[in-house]
């Protein structure tokens, strides 16, 4: 299945002529678990557990194992995640101010292992 693609923060991003662009297969998990990771719980009124919400914590204190925790159990509503695979997840601080998260999960549908990292 394809969808239209959409990278965070942005607007639909555009194919090569011109018209809305299509995304599948690693990239359209990819941009899913973007997306998913940056909503914020109860934005979608018909799936209120949806969403990460991890840009609202930007600028709190860091708690690592509930920002862990929280990716963890987000990664396993979503599809495009072998669920059969184990999925790491690390939360680093490389600098002060500053946080790091490392994903590296398996993609179901290509069977290969993605990395996903996010800085704040």
Known sequence: MSTLSHTMGGDLDLSATGGVAIVTGADQTRQALLRRLCTNAGAYIWQPDYGAGLPARVGTVMDEAGIRALVLEQLQDESGVDQ?????????????GACLLAISYTDATTGAVQELALTT
């Open 84 to 96: 059969t695979q184990p999925v790491t997840v690390t939360v680093t601080s490389p600098k002060t």
